[in-house]
């Protein structure tokens, strides 16, 4: 073979080379789903812990996308999602009946807390009525720091102040602030203000300040966490069996197991209760 033949056939050998390391890279990009959901789950640390769990079982990607609720469920409508993971049931009762989802799935739950500082300005430390702390803070005007960011912690927020005959609105002791749960308890921090948090995030935040939990225990207190599969009859470019895929794994006991196995502290942050019926 000649000199020149031998570096034609070296250059081709490369080119096959170069083409194939690039294609191989985009296959494995492939194997990846976009998951729309709560800020909690990402705040308090629970993906870091279960996503690398599944993709070494399952070699699929989530990439996930947290916001509020409410926007996590607009850009799951909008179709930008192939699995939507949130906690407020209501909501995602509805996204279901509208079509946009496939059928809900109970996953985990957990409960909100009220915090608060030290010093307790309201007086409601140690209470377990929420309705009842709440008409104190609102008489009191004491700071309270809302999401204000239709997320599923804001929605329950507005509807415990509905509940306790109270409607606040930004001003001076109420202050609404378009914010995920992490920025809003730091918000809290700085103002020693009280505010409604998961328990998940609550536990995982360090920059606490004064804030301690005020209020806890009350049933309508309870946080359940539901998970969908965005509808491909209406979006044909979900990702079925990947997404399909995630959900079973959430629910299944390899799933449930790692959920209830992530802790701080020794406490758990999340509950698993995939098989608990209406849920």
Same mark, same amino acid.
């Given at each position: 073979m000649s000199l020149l033949s031998r570096?034609?056939?070296?250059?081709?050998?490369?080119? +096959?080379?170069? +083409?194939?390391?690039?294609?191989?890279?985009?296959?494995? !990009?492939?194997? #990846?789903?976009? +998951?729309?959901?709560?800020?909690?789950? !990402?705040?308090?640390?629970? #993906?870091?812990?279960?996503?690398?769990? #599944?993709?070494?079982?399952?070699?699929?990607?989530?990439?996930? +996308?947290?916001k509020g609720t409410g926007q996590a469920i607009d850009q799951a409508k909008r179709g930008d999602a192939d699995v939507l993971f949130v906690h407020h049931k209501p909501s995602e009762d509805a996204f279901v009946a509208e079509g946009f989802g496939v059928q809900r799935f109970p996953v985990m739950y957990n409960d909100f807390v009220l915090v608060g500082p030290k010093s307790d300005p309201a007086g409601v430390k140690g209470g377990k009525d929420i309705t009842a702390a709440l008409k104190k803070i609102a008489e009191t005007k004491a700071p309270f720091a809302s999401r204000g960011d239709d997320s599923g912690t804001n929605k329950t927020e507005l509807g415990l102040w509905k509940t306790a005959a109270v409607e606040p609105k930004s001003g001076d002791w109420y202050k609404a602030l378009g914010q995920g749960m992490g920025p809003t308890l730091n918000a809290a921090a700085a103002m020693n203000a009280y505010t409604l948090a998961d328990r998940g995030t609550w536990l995982s935040f360090k920059n606490r300040g004064e804030l301690e939990v005020a209020v806890e225990g009350d049933k309508r207190l309870f946080n359940q966490y539901g998970v969908i599969l965005a509808n491909p009859a209406k979006f044909p470019h979900v990702k079925t069996a990947e997404g399909q895929a995630f959900i079973d794994w959430l629910r299944s006991p390899e799933g449930q197991g790692a959920i209830a196995s992530y802790t701080i502290g020794g406490e758990p942050l999340f509950f698993p209760n995939a098989g608990e019926p209406g849920a």
């Open positions: 570096r034609s056939l070296l250059t081709a050998l490369a080119i +096959v080379a170069t +083409v194939a390391a690039t294609k191989a890279p985009a296959y494995a !990009e492939d194997r #990846f789903i976009t +998951v729309a959901s709560t800020t909690s789950t !990402e705040d308090s640390g629970l #993906f870091k812990h279960i996503l690398p769990l #599944f993709k070494a079982k399952s070699g699929i990607e989530v990439r996930v +996308v947290a």
